[in-house]
C-alpha cells in the first residue's frame, strides 16, 4: 500500500483553464518528484522540489510549477492549459534512493 | 525525453513460462530501478541495481546489469497471470536523483 496521496483522482478542464493538483509525500520523504506519463509512453520528469526549493527541473514550460509545503506535501500548478497536457501526473516522494509513487491524478483537457 | 530503449514493446506468454524484458540507455548511471504499472496507475517500486553490481535478486526477479553495453534486463520467472501489467526501468545519474525511464515493456500473462 502506497504511502503517498494524489488528489484528485481524476479531473476534467477546459483548454486555457488553470489546474491545482496535490501530493501528499510518504512520512519523513523530504524529497517530492512530479511526473508527466502521456498514455501509452514512459513517465517523464517534470520538477523535483527539496526541502520546500526546486532542486531540478525537466524540460517543461514555466506555465509548470510547483510548490512544496513545510510538511512536505506539494502542489503542481499548470496555467493555461493545453490539449497536449492530458496525461498521467504522478507524484513520488523519497528519502534517498528509494521512490514511492501516488496512484496518479487522470487530467483530460478538452 | 526518455533515457532508453525497452524491448520488446509489448510481451504474451503463457502462465509458467519465464518473461525477459530489456532495457538499454544512454548516459552513465548511478544506479538502474526497474519498475511495475498496472492499469495506468500508479508505479511500484521492484528493485535497484547500482552500476558497480552485475546481478540482483528478489524473489521470482533477477535483474542484470551490463554498464559497458548500456543495458538492463529484468527477468521474471514462472509468471503468473497477476504479473500482467506494463514494466519500467528508470536510470539515476550522478549528483541527481531524478529518474528517467524507459518507454516500458507490456507483459501479458495468460491462465
Known amino acids: 500500500e502506497t504511502g503517498v496521496t494524489q488528489s484528485p483522482t481524476h479531473l476534467i478542464k477546459t483548454r486555457g483553464q488553470q489546474v491545482t493538483l496535490r501530493c501528499s509525500s510518504q512520512?519523513?520523504?523530504?524529497?517530492v518528484s512530479w511526473y508527466q506519463q502521456a498514455l501509452g509512453q514512459g513517465p517523464q520528469f517534470i520538477f523535483q522540489?527539496?526541502?520546500?526549493?526546486?532542486?531540478g527541473r525537466g524540460n517543461f514550460p514555466p506555465r509548470f510549477s510547483g510548490l512544496q509545503f513545510p510538511n512536505y506535501s506539494s502542489e503542481l500548478n499548470v496555467n493555461a492549459l493545453e490539449l497536449d497536457d492530458s496525461a498521467l501526473y504522478l507524484c513520488?516522494?523519497?528519502?534517498?534512493?528509494?521512490?514511492?509513487f501516488g496512484s496518479g491524478t487522470r487530467l483530460t483537457v478538452v | 525525453s526518455q533515457q532508453g530503449e525497452e524491448d520488446p514493446q509489448a510481451l504474451s506468454i503463457q502462465e509458467g513460462e519465464n518473461a525477459t524484458m530489456n532495457c538499454s540507455y544512454k548516459?552513465?548511471?548511478?544506479?538502474l530501478q526497474w519498475y511495475r504499472q498496472n492499469s495506468g496507475r500508479g508505479l511500484v517500486h521492484l528493485i535497484l541495481?547500482?552500476?558497480?553490481?552485475r546481478e540482483k535478486h528478489s524473489g521470482r526477479l533477477r535483474v542484470t546489469l551490463d554498464t559497458s553495453k548500456k543495458s538492463s534486463s529484468l527477468l521474471i520467472t514462472a509468471s503468473r497471470a497477476a504479473d500482467t501489467a506494463s514494466y519500467f526501468c528508470?536510470?539515476?545519474?550522478?549528483?541527481?536523483?531524478?529518474?528517467?525511464f524507459g518507454t516500458g515493456t507490456r507483459l501479458q500473462v495468460f491462465p
Open positions: 541495481i547500482r552500476s558497480n553490481e
Open positions: 548516459t552513465s548511471i548511478n544506479n
Open positions: 513520488a516522494s523519497s528519502l534517498g534512493y528509494g521512490y514511492t
Open positions: 528508470a536510470t539515476v545519474a550522478y549528483n541527481t536523483d531524478k529518474l528517467i
Open positions: 512520512s519523513g520523504h523530504n524529497t
Open positions: 522540489y527539496y526541502r520546500e526549493e526546486e532542486n
